[in-house]
């Protein structure tokens, strides 16, 4: 009786453990299975996803221009500076606005103002200055051109003067008026689709001394857009 009980304990302890062995070793199947299924997934996203071509966020500033050919704006606008420091001190103003003529040349008109002021030690003198220009410029390349200018200024030959002591300010105001032949060159640094930099270096053909603001040759500086 006691050996057909161990028999029959025995029995149910293996039927147990091989349930226990069948059952682990499905869940191991269906783990592999499913693990398997999800790289597969994986590997198919990857291979049907394509490289799409980025575009670049950086974009020069410089318009790139044949040197042959400048291709000059139906209009243009701009502001050119003559400043001089020192004893006497001088700061030109002249904004314009110039047309297109051709491929290569352009004219514009300009009104100038000028402030002077000159220190001899004693006595503080300021006078204003105005006029108008009218120019033509030419572009062989996109870097120089040529310039020619015919003006008018209206100089003031008395001002005010003020004495730095005892404060008092005398005001004398003597006018001349009288024109000027320009010409001379140019470098222009272009900046963007119209924004440029002028550098100019003038010379003055009938330069007169009452009526001439700077000397035989002066330095221009302009901006354009």
Aim: hydrophobic fraction near 35%; charged fraction near 15%; include cysteine.
């Amino acid at each position: 009786m006691k050996i057909k009980l161990f028999t029959h304990q025995h029995l149910s302890k293996t039927c147990l453990l091989h349930a226990v062995l069948f059952f682990a070793s499905m869940s191991i199947g269906y783990g592999q299975f499913v693990e398997k299924k999800a790289d597969t997934t994986k590997k198919d996203t990857i291979k049907t996803t394509t490289a799409k071509p980025v575009k670049s966020i950086i974009k020069t500033v410089i318009k790139e221009v044949s040197e042959s050919a400048y291709n000059i704006p139906q209009w243009s606008f701009g502001v050119q500076l003559v400043p001089r420091f020192g004893n006497t001190t001088l700061i030109e103003i002249a904004p314009f606005a110039a047309k297109k003529l051709s491929d290569k040349l352009l004219g514009g008109l300009g009104i100038v103002y000028a402030f002077q002021q000159t220190d001899n030690g004693t006595t503080t003198t300021s006078r204003s200055h105005f006029g108008a220009r009218l120019f033509t410029q030419y572009y062989p390349t996109k870097y120089l051109f040529g310039h020619a200018e015919l003006g008018a200024m209206s100089i003031e030959s008395g001002g005010t003067t003020t004495d730095p002591t005892t404060g008092q300010t005398v005001t004398v105001s003597n006018r001349n008026t009288g024109t000027d032949l320009i010409v001379g060159g140019g470098f222009r640094f272009p900046v963007g689709k119209k924004l440029a930099l002028q550098v100019m270096v003038l010379h003055d053909m009938i330069r007169q001394d009452n009526t001439s603001l700077h000397g035989l040759t002066s330095i221009r500086l302009g901006v354009t857009f």
